[in-house]
């Protein structure tokens, strides 16, 4: 009885003197060298967060009024080739279409963001 409880007892015991037995790795050292925020670090970073939310604010608005301009010119686009017949095209239907496809493109742009 008592060689069971031996072997039971350093059973129990082996895992924790293994893992006491392995090497140990030194603490890894705080290696950050930033000196903590002062008020003028706090309040710059404040700035470039509201600069940032404000740029975004005037992208998203340029970017509706973009594309109440493509709205307004894709209707009259659908006009124009609605008045005329198939062998006539006007010149000012090209026109509003090459208008059409650069205001997409300065759209689409502007979605893609600031790169």
């Keep these: 009885m008592q060689a069971r409880s031996f072997a039971f007892i ?13 090497p140990r790795r030194p603490p890894i050292p705080d290696i950050s060298n930033n000196p903590p925020l002062t008020d003028a670090d706090e309040a710059r970073s404040r700035i470039e967060k509201d600069m940032a939310k404000k740029a975004a604010k005037e992208r998203v608005a340029a970017l509706k009024n973009d594309t ?4 307004k010119l894709s209707i009259e686009l659908k006009n124009s080739v609605d ?3 198939e062998n006539v095209l006007s010149v000012d239907v090209i026109r509003k279409a090459d208008q ?3 205001l997409a493109r300065s759209v689409k742009d502007r979605m893609k963001g600031p790169n």
């Design 10 to 22: 350093l059973f129990l015991l082996l895992p924790a003197w293994a893992q006491n037995s392995a």
């Design 68 to 71: 109440d301009k493509l709205l």
């Design 83 to 85: 008045k005329s017949d």
């Design 100 to 102: 059409i496809e650069k």
